[in-house]
């Protein structure tokens, strides 16, 4: 309630590699990506750091809206590939981008991203505008929620199975205050544990300057192993600071859950899937979507499917994918538009909202 989408925008960088490029890296080749994925060529970021993307991105969503940088009161960043870990990605893209009135914050969702910065920031506006509670909170007008991935840097490019699918980019929407818009109409989160690492990409801690015990280097899942799951995981595994996924169970789990989270947020809005004009799903594989969509029974031509020219960009995915449906003229005020995420954590979740 109360908030509408007023612009929204994308950046990608410069170095656009296709599929004919990738098999010269490793042995693969066009026909089978497009079988396969329906991915045609994807950007890779040589000399664009996430907080250049970011920014830009940023920057044509406000022109777009016609807001001023320095009216937005909320930036929520959401990334897997920060440039920093101190200050946050958010803190960076906010100095860069002159949002110098901004309260800003990273939120990792993995590519359920979109959805878990859409439903805070929505929150945070609904309870700081609600009646009463702008003496006691920090008002919130306007919001910025920014997806930015540079997983260039976290791709084993040796790994023909999971190297082919990723992307870099940004997509950013600029959100309003406004008491008449229905804005969002409901949303479902879902977490699943990832007890088997089907997706998964380590933290590395150096540990040479620890001065207790003996531990000399330590990732996040060799925390893991040592807890109380420890059984259903295998430290072979580990490909440590690289994307490490099993593909096929992926594939499985992610039809369904894109299937339940539409269904689940239609429930909660009332509506009918019949009744949304377009579905934004994060964008993993193009038979990802046609098996979800079969599932639902909505056929494919009401979901928008940007993954040719971009690959997966994880947590900047639906919403560049919202600008190519905005660009397409795909959404007009009054229209219903379901985004639908589902990703690492395991996470996955979807936001019906009224344009
Ligand atoms: N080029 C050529 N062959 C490839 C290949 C590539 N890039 N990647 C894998 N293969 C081969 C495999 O080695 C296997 O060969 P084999 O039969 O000789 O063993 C064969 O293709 C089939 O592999 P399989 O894993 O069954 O293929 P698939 O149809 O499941 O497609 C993915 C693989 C990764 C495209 C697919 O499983 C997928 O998209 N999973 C979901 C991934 C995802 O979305 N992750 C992010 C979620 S947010």
């Not at 690492?197 to 990732?219: K, N």
Request: charged content about 20%; aromatic content about 4%; proline content about 3%.
């Amino acid at each position: 309630m109360g908030c509408r989408i007023a612009g929204c925008a994308k950046e990608l960088p410069d170095l656009t590699v296709t599929n004919d490029d990738m098999s010269r890296i490793v042995d693969t080749s066009d026909e089978w990506i497009v079988k396969r994925t329906g991915i045609h060529e994807r950007h890779i970021a040589v000399g664009e750091t996430c907080t250049d993307m970011a920014s830009a991105a940023i920057t044509k969503a406000l022109a777009n809206a016609g807001i001023q940088h320095e009216e937005v009161d909320l930036l929520v960043c959401m990334t897997i590939t920060p440039d920093t870990i101190i200050p946050s990605q958010a803190c960076l893209i906010r100095a860069r981008a002159g949002l110098s009135n901004a309260v800003a914050f990273d939120l990792n969702a993995a590519c359920t991203g979109c959805i878990y910065g859409l439903e805070v920031a929505t929150s945070m506006m609904e309870s700081s505008m609600a009646q009463g509670s702008s003496e006691q909170k920090n008002p919130i007008r306007h919001a910025v929620i920014v997806g930015v991935e540079r997983l260039s840097r976290i791709i084993d490019w040796t790994d023909r199975a999971s190297c082919v699918l990723f992307g870099d980019g940004a997509g950013a929407v600029v959100l309003e205050w406004d008491e008449k818009a229905k804005g969002i109409l409901s949303s479902f989160l879902k977490n699943t544990d990832d007890l088997d690492m089907l997706l998964s990409c380590d933290q590395h801690y150096d540990l040479s300057t620890f001065p207790f015990g003996d531990a000399q280097v330590e990732t996040g899942s060799s925390i893991m192993w040592q807890g109380p799951n420890a059984s259903h995981l295998d430290p072979e595994r580990s490909t440590c600071g690289s994307i490490g996924m099993e593909g096929q169970q992926v594939f499985k789990w992610a039809s369904s859950a894109m299937a339940e989270a539409a269904e689940e947020a239609c429930k909660r809005g009332g509506i009918s899937l019949e009744d949304v004009d377009v579905i934004i799903p994060h964008q993993a594989n193009e038979r990802i979507i046609r098996f979800a969509a079969k599932k639902l029974k909505v056929p494919m031509e009401r979901f928008q499917v940007s993954i040719g020219s971009v690959g997966n960009t994880s947590a900047s995915s639906v919403l560049m994918a919202l600008t190519d449906a905005y660009d397409a003229g795909r959404v007009n005020p009054g229209d219903k538009v379901l985004l639908v995420g589902f990703g690492g954590g395991l996470t996955s979740g979807a936001m019906l909202l009224e344009a």
